[in-house]
Antibody, heavy 121, light 107 residues
């Protein structure tokens, strides 16, 4: 069964860059059957889709974050990563990585447990 | 971007009750809708996709219906483990978007 695990700093200073990595086990990021995505959830609030990457490197980002987001994939490590630049307190959230099934129904079927990132000086 | 609106935002129910949660899209999304369940401190869990298709392993007391702009999630006989927050999500177009959530509490 596929498992996803987020990792990265839990505290980031304002104006700096948030960097997270998602390690995939039990499956391959090189599979053409899936996209690999990031979703976030501010404390006590709802879910916001950030973007996805395909094994080929093609990406799709939420326009609300597009100018600050970069998602990349490392097939040799079976990982994909998120970078969010110029962060503010509004970027404080639990960040989830998830797998999206590539097909007619683009569902997020497996999720990581999530990692809380706090933006504070 | 497509806006998803759920109702109610929260409500209380008892074990054994039948409950229905509604989700409305700001424009037609055909049947490209999923429902997720989230418990405190946990990641969302996929329950239903394609508006009415039950994800593998999800109990049959969960069901979904609707198409176009109006959708419902029904739990036919509430169990204690069903008290959680539920989110709808459209994947008709990018960016994917979620409803604000419906918190289901024990009465």
């Amino acid at each position: 069964q596929v498992q996803l695990q987020e990792s990265g700093p839990g505290l980031v200073k304002p104006s700096e860059t948030l960097s997270l990595t998602c390690t995939v086990s039990g499956g391959s990021v090189s599979s053409g059957s899936y996209y690999w995505s990031w979703i976030r959830q501010p404390p006590g609030k709802g879910l916001e889709w950030i973007g996805y990457i395909y094994y080929s490197g093609s990406t799709n980002y939420n326009p609300s974050l597009k100018s600050r987001v970069t998602i990349s994939v490392d097939t040799s490590k079976n990982q994909f990563s998120l970078k969010l630049s110029s962060v503010t307190a509004a970027d404080t959230a639990v960040y989830y990585c998830a797998r999206i099934v590539h097909g007619e129904h683009l569902i997020n079927d497996y999720w990581g447990q999530g990692t809380l990132v706090t933006v504070s000086s | 971007a497509i806006r998803m609106t759920q109702s109610p935002s929260s409500f209380s129910a008892s074990t054994g009750d039948r409950v229905t949660i509604t989700c409305r899209a700001s424009q037609g999304i055909s049947s490209y809708l999923a429902w997720y369940q989230q418990k405190p401190g946990k990641a969302p869990k996929l329950l239903i996709y394609a508006a009415s298709t039950l994800q593998s392993g999800v109990p049959s007391r969960f069901s979904g219906s609707g198409s176009g702009t109006d959708f419902t999630l029904t739990i036919s006989c509430l169990q204690s483990e069903d008290f959680a927050t539920y989110y709808c999500q459209q994947y008709y177009s990018y960016p994917q978007s979620f409803g604000q959530g419906t918190r289901l509490e024990i009465k």
